[in-house]
């Protein structure tokens, strides 16, 4: 989904970005229940169920939920919409391509529709925690926060859910839009424990921190980032500068911004160092 900055200019939220696109990945069937097949007389062995068994409709929409995911990736969005209305003509029941198409129709501005896909996805599946996550984005984004922030609980309930870190990040940036900053540590601070490799989770976790001014602790997350030559950013060195020069340590501050300035001239952040504005 198209996403705006969050928490400032310090912020750095394209992890969630990923976090989103990442859940509409078209599995090897559908997940909007389980099928029915013939049922095997009483004294015959049932068979295995394989490929060979999917019905040739679930089969094509499966294929064009293949296309329509690899088209939204690739911001194409019209295109992938037609794939996936091709994908719900031939499989009515499809639950991802309805969320999906909750995703795609939330780009393009429909916010009718939208709301519509993601709640067919979750009437056809309603243990399917990628739907909740993106319904929850989906509504933090209308800053409708009560019912996002209950959405991703209800995603995180589910039993063996393989995308909680994902979630508790994002949970933890819409309560941060919220203003519920406390709120926002503890679900960030979650995210850190469930993936503490992640730069995403990191950067908003140390934003968070300094914007409750816990420079200490921002500072120990923020240089974790910054640490890592192709992660750190005009983002992350301006969150260590301001970080720095909170603490008033003038060497650290002018280290760090010689950084931004150097490596990153041209950004906004950069010019915000060289007017010495660090609380804007």
């Known amino acids: 989904m198209r996403l705006n900055a969050l928490l ?37 062995t049932k068979d295995r169920i394989t490929a060979s068994d999917e019905p040739e409709a679930q089969k094509r929409a499966r294929a064009r939920m293949e296309l329509a995911t690899a088209y939204f990736g690739q911001k194409q969005m019209t295109t ?4 996936v209305k091709l994908a719900i003509a031939a499989d009515p029941n499809y639950g991802e391509a309805f969320n999906l198409r909750g995703l795609i129709y939330a780009n393009l501005g429909d916010h009718v529709l939208a709301e519509e896909s993601f709640k ?54 819409c309560l941060a839009y919220a203003g519920q900053l406390a709120e926002s540590e503890t679900a960030l601070g979650r995210a850190y424990e469930l993936d503490p490799t992640n730069p995403f ?6 934003e968070v921190l300094y914007r409750r001014g816990d420079y ?32 008033g340590n003038w060497p650290g501050t002018t280290e760090f911004g010689k950084q931004l300035t150097n490596r990153f001239p041209e950004s906004r ?9 660090f609380d804007e």
């Open 201 to 206: 989770t990191v950067t908003n976790l140390a």
């Open 269 to 277: 952040e950069a010019a915000a160092f060289t007017r010495g504005a």
């Open 8 to 44: 400032g200019r310090g912020a750095l939220l394209a992890g969630v970005a990923v976090a989103l696109a990442g859940c509409i990945a078209a599995g090897p069937a559908p997940s909007s229940g389980p099928r029915t097949t013939a049922a095997a007389p009483a004294n015959e």
């Open 120 to 173: 067919r996805a979750l009437q056809l599946n309603p243990r399917d925690a990628d739907a909740m996550h993106n319904y929850g984005y989906y509504l933090c984004q209308q800053k409708r926060y009560p019912e996002s922030n209950a959405m991703f609980a209800q995603a995180l309930a589910v039993p063996q859910y393989a995308g909680a870190a994902r979630t508790q990040l994002t949970q933890g940036v």
């Open 216 to 247: 200490e602790r921002a500072r120990f997350y923020i240089r974790r980032v910054n640490a890592l030559a192709g992660v750190s950013n005009a983002q992350t060195l301006w969150l260590a500068t301001r970080i720095e020069h909170k603490l």
């Open 80 to 83: 992938a919409l037609d794939q």
